[in-house]
């Protein structure tokens, strides 16, 4: 039914293969509360199992949106000190023609 969450695959073949029974004998006869819980149990190992899914995938678009916004953020820092250097350097050049 999932991927072992828990990374105990003994658990979850025990628990798919109990579920899978307790489905089995829903439809001829009341199931107890036992069982309700078993099967609310596997309800909640698939829905980690597909969360873990949803979330790893949305931190690696995240993560790619990272390495993309660092990557314009040091094209600008570049671009910065060129300016800032050429802006420096002409001071100086006008300074230096004013005062020799």
Do not use: C
Not at 5 to 20: P, R
């Amino acid at each position: 039914m999932g991927a072992p969450v828990f990374g105990n695959e003994f658990f979850d073949q025990w628990l798919n293969q109990i579920s899978i029974e307790i489905l089995a004998k829903v439809e001829r006869e009341k199931i107890s509360n036992e069982d309700m819980l078993i099967l609310s149990l596997q309800a909640e190992v698939n829905h980690f199992h597909h969360m873990d899914i949803k979330l790893r995938d949305e931190f690696k678009k995240i993560e790619r949106r990272f390495v993309q916004v660092d990557k314009r953020f040091d094209r600008q820092a570049t671009y910065q000190m060129w300016a800032f250097g050429l802006i420096l350097s002409t001071q100086f050049g006008i300074i230096y023609k004013l005062f020799l």
